[in-house]
């Protein structure tokens, strides 16, 4: 099995009264994405199951890989609570096992 780490796009900025969970990928996010995707196409990357934070802007970063990479059937997406930053525990062994490994893996790591 092979697991590949992605930080979602970035996100909007400029929705008033919107918590930072449920803000969405900017157009900006949303073309970070896709070049992610082409690259990975490249690459000949199809990933069988898409797991994402329950932020709005991770899942919908996850959804558009799936759809980018998918091909004929778009694998499932499926939001995670653990993976959410905010959720330390969890999020905090991904970053340290992302340090043993040798990479430096933190909450403000983007894409592209």
């Known amino acids: 099995m092979n697991v590949l780490l992605v930080r979602h796009g970035k996100k909007a900025r400029d929705l008033p009264d919107v918590s930072d969970k449920d803000l969405p990928l900017s157009d900006q996010g949303r073309t970070e994405v896709r070049s992610l995707a ?3 196409t490249g690459k000949r990357l199809r990933p069988t199951l898409y797991l994402s934070s329950r932020y709005a802007h991770a899942i919908e970063t996850a ?3 799936a759809e980018e990479l998918g091909g004929d059937s778009v694998p ?4 995670v609570e653990a993976l959410t ?3 330390p525990y969890t999020f905090g062994l991904v970053v340290q096992e992302a340090a043993r490994l040798g990479f430096n893996l933190h909450h403000e790591d983007t894409v592209g």
């Not at 499932?76 to 939001?79: D, H, L, S």
């Open 85 to 87: 930053p905010h959720n």
């Open 38 to 40: 082409a690259e990975l």
């Open 63 to 65: 959804r558009l890989l």
């Open 76 to 79: 499932e997406v499926v939001p």
